[in-house]
């Protein structure tokens, strides 16, 4: 015989306790932006003044807040790990040197742990960042700086999980590794090369000539073959273009489906037509080595498909299309 489920929630009370949870928390984050200062400043001044790494350690929640800002740190130029309080105990501390900063998160700042390992941190040398709720705290006291991460009152209904505490310190850890961030000056090609494997990684750090099809593979005529020439090399490559190059194999024109559309609309004959009279004169082109995200942006600000590559020397080294800028996953 089947269990009798537990009856479900009343709705309203539901979706009444959820709203109360975030206001709460909203709250506790936007009260963090009205104490930051002179502590804040310091702390992003030691960091930068630091020589070795920053070393997040926590317990419990905390510790799960600081594995998540050593994370944000290293992937946001401030070189950075994790170290759970109670390993450090037991011959973790020994990843720490005088050049380094460790960041402690501890929402009442009077974590056993914690303490245990603060003497042992200052006796290596390395500097001393705490973040807690409690700005007298033992851990506030004995740290350099202090990070004040107090809220008001936890989401949880009874005061005791840490939900509105975690979410502040989580915001506030935040706050300090973009702070860094810009301080560092770390931009947009920096997190790409932190992120290979995602889909900014490919769209920064892939160039024309890594989704380019090579000057080989591109349709290419002179200028002085009739319209019907161009009209089979233009079939044969499937690009929906062809090349229109000089004796020594430099760009002068482009013909495309758009160009031939174009010309049968005014009336143009394509049995006598010369290809001179409808293509394109000096093209838009390209470099080998630019990022592929370049071409896109090229492509989608003057409506084209296809799209030249030029190399150094002047001469045709390929072309490339939104469909293999697709495959690329580079839009």
């Keep these: 015989m089947n269990p009798v489920p537990p009856a479900l929630p009343d709705e309203t ?30 702390a992003v001044q030691l960091i930068l003044q630091r020589h070795g790494r920053v070393i997040v350690t926590g317990i419990g929640k905390s510790g799960h807040i600081a594995r ?24 973790d501390l020994g990843m720490i040197t005088a050049e380094d900063v460790v960041i402690a998160l501890s929402n009442s700042g009077a974590s056993e742990e914690l ?14 960042i705490s973040m807690t709720g409690k700005p007298d705290s033992p851990l506030a006291r004995e740290a350099d700086v202090h990070l004040d991460a107090a809220v008001s009152e936890e989401a949880c209904p009874l005061n005791l999980a840490p939900t509105a505490s975690t979410t502040a310190a989580l915001a506030l850890g935040d706050a300090l590794a973009v702070a860094l961030l810009d301080a560092r000056g770390f931009g947009a090609d920096d997190f790409a090369r932190s992120h290979p494997g995602g889909s900014l990684g490919r769209r920064l750090l892939t160039h024309v000539s890594d989704v380019m099809r090579g000057a080989d593979r591109v349709p290419q005529v002179p200028q002085t073959v009739p319209m019907t020439s161009a009209l089979l090399e233009m079939t044969r490559g499937g690009m929906g273009m062809t ?83 697709m495959l690329a996953k580079v839009i």
């Design 243 to 325: 090349a229109v190059v000089d004796a020594r194999g430099a760009p002068i024109g482009i013909f495309t489906d758009g160009d031939l559309r174009r010309a049968l609309e005014r009336g143009c004959d394509a049995r006598t037509a010369t290809l001179a009279e409808v293509m394109t004169h000096a093209p838009r082109s390209i470099n080998p080595d630019a990022l592929a995200v370049e071409a896109a942006e090229i492509m989608e600000r003057l409506r084209i498909s296809q799209l030249l590559v030029v190399g150094a020397e002047g001469t045709l080294a390929g072309a490339l299309t939104t469909h293999d800028l």
């Design 13 to 42: 009370r539901c979706v009444a306790l959820a709203r109360r949870v975030l206001h709460i928390e909203a709250a506790a984050v936007a009260a963090l932006a009205e104490r930051l200062g002179a502590d804040f400043e310091r």
């Design 68 to 91: 998540k800002l050593a994370a944000t740190l290293a992937s946001t130029g401030t070189p950075a790990y994790f170290v759970h309080a109670a390993e450090a105990a037991h011959g």
């Design 115 to 128: 303490l245990t390992i603060v003497p042992l941190v200052k006796r290596q040398g390395a500097k001393l």
